[in-house]
């Protein structure tokens, strides 16, 4: 299962931004879809994540702030990015944990897409 991930850019701070992180396979189903983020110098935190029946949980420093969401007939996770500050600033990815089948086997998968840099400035 792949996933990729798309919508980083530069904006200034107080606006907001939609990343979206689409995954791509066959024989596959999804479990909870994540979003981290890794500034310079600093280790990889978890952002957001949702569940397959679209419960979602937050870091304390973007509660309020952002929303996570899933389109669950497109495989496809979002992450909407209101009022952003330049601490925001990161290269974020998602990451999914599900199930993948063969006509054999159902296999465990824990996949991450490439990462989008989100770049606020003040």
């Known amino acids: 299962v792949q996933l990729q991930a798309s919508g980083g850019g530069l904006v200034q701070a107080g606006g907001s931004l939609r990343l979206s992180c689409a995954t791509s396979g066959s024989r596959f189903s999804i479990n909870a879809m994540e979003w981290y983020r890794q500034a310079p110098g600093r280790q990889r935190e978890l952002v957001a994540t949702?569940?397959?029946?679209?419960?979602?949980n937050y870091a304390d420093s973007v509660k309020g702030r952002f929303t996570v969401s899933r389109d669950n007939a497109k495989n496809t996770v979002y992450l909407q990015m209101n009022s952003l500050k330049p601490e925001d600033t990161a290269v974020y990815y998602c990451a999914a944990e599900g199930f993948s089948y063969s006509d054999y086997a159902t296999t465990a998968f824990r996949s991450w897409g490439q990462g989008t840099l989100v770049t606020v400035s003040s």
């Open positions: 949702i569940s397959s029946s679209g419960s979602a």
